[in-house]
C-alpha cells in the first residue's frame, strides 16, 4: 500500500522522528501500526493471488483474510491515536460492515452476542458457497428464519483498501501540516 510507505518515509525525516520518538511508547505503537497495516497488506495480496482448491485450505485463508482486514483496521486507528486524530471504525459503514462479517463469520459465529433488540444468533459460513471470491454467511436464532447472506470477499478487499487509504491519508496530511513538511 503505496500510502503506508510514504507516511513511513514522513515519520522517519529527521524533524519529525525526533519529536515522535520522544515517547517510546507512542513511537513503538506508531511502528507496530505501519508494520501491521504493510503486512496485513502482504497477507491481503497473498489472499488473492492463491489458488484455494482444498476446503481445508480455503476456510484457513477466508479465516486468515478476514481476520488480516480486522487488524488492518485496529492497526490504523492506532496509528492515528499516536497522532490525536480520533478515528472511529465504527462511524466508516463500510469497515463496520466488514467488522461485523469477521465477527460473525471467523470472530464469534458460536454464540454472537444478544441484545434487549435481538436475541443470541449463531452463524456459519456455509461450506458448499465457498470459494476464493467469496461465501454465504448462514445467521439464525431461535426465533426467526434463518438469513442468508453473500459475502463478497473481493468487494470487502476493495472497500477496506479505499477507507484505510483514506485514514492513512488523514494521518499524513496531519503530520505535514504540523511539522510544515513538504
Known amino acids: 500500500m503505496p500510502v503506508i510507505n510514504e507516511f513511513r518515509d514522513l515519520v522517519n525525516t529527521p524533524k519529525i522522528k525526533t519529536k515522535l520518538i520522544t515517547n ?26 492463491n489458488d484455494y482448491k482444498d476446503d481445508g485450505m480455503l476456510y484457513l485463508a477466508i479465516y486468515g483474510l478476514l481476520q488480516a482486514l480486522f ?3 485496529d492497526a490504523a486507528v492506532n496509528l492515528c491515536e499516536v497522532l490525536n486524530i480520533k478515528i472511529n471504525i465504527w462511524e466508516y459503514e463500510k469497515l463496520r460492515e466488514i467488522r461485523t462479517i469477521r465477527n460473525n463469520s471467523v470472530g464469534h459465529p458460536t454464540k454472537i452476542n444478544a441484545t434487549k433488540a435481538k436475541p443470541i444468533t449463531y452463524a456459519f459460513v456455509s461450506r458448499i458457497t465457498m470459494a476464493q471470491y467469496g461465501f454465504q454467511l448462514i445467521t439464525e436464532n431461535a426465533n426467526e428464519k434463518a438469513v442468508f447472506t453473500n459475502i463478497n470477499i473481493s468487494q470487502l478487499i476493495e472497500e477496506q483498501n479505499v477507507y484505510i487509504k483514506e485514514i492513512i491519508k488523514i494521518a499524513t496530511n496531519k503530520l505535514r501540516n504540523e511539522y510544515a513538511v513538504g
Open 71 to 73: 487488524l488492518q483496521q
Open 24 to 49: 517510546k511508547s507512542m513511537w513503538l505503537q506508531l511502528c507496530t501500526s505501519m508494520d501491521v497495516i504493510s503486512d496485513t497488506e502482504l497477507a491481503i495480496d497473498a489472499y488473492q493471488a
